[in-house]
């Protein structure tokens, strides 16, 4: 069975940090895109981060810009995000999503086009509050 499941939201105070992590079974991240998204209360889900397959390719949404950092451990199958000064407009519920095998999709179109997203996890709730 097909999963993804996200782990490593909660509660953190304005200019805190978390990792979130995606891990997968039933499919490896190896020649896949891969990305997080997040859907606030009221707006629509969208691209926060994605790592293409081609060059290393990454994207990331000008509001995360020099504070969210995507990256992944094919071996042990699993993808990271790591939010550092964690702004109150951050708390959503956070999503990996992964393309199918083989994708050539980049990074920026991973993000934009949930059409690349063939797969997703359950989400994870992250809070920024004091």
């Known amino acids: 069975q097909l999963q993804l499941v996200e782990s490593g939201g909660g509660l953190v105070q304005p200019g805190g940090s978390l990792r979130l992590s995606c891990s997968a079974s039933?499919?490896?991240?190896?020649?896949?895109?891969i990305g997080w998204f997040r859907q606030a209360p009221g707006k629509e889900r969208e691209g926060v981060s994605c790592s293409g397959t081609i060059g290393g390719s990454t994207y990331y949404v000008e509001s995360v810009k020099g504070r969210f950092t995507i990256s992944r451990d094919n071996a042990k199958n699993t993808v990271y995000l790591q939010m550092n000064s964690l702004k109150p407009e951050a708390t959503a519920v956070y999503y990996c999503?992964?393309?199918?095998?083989?994708?050539?999709?980049?990074?920026?179109?991973?993000?934009?086009?949930?059409?690349?997203?063939?797969?997703w996890g359950q989400g994870t709730q992250v809070t920024v509050s004091s």
């Open positions: 039933g499919l490896t991240f190896n020649y896949r895109a």
């Open positions: 999503a992964a393309s199918r095998q083989g994708s050539t999709a980049p990074a920026q179109d991973m993000c934009r086009s949930r059409r690349e997203s063939n797969y």
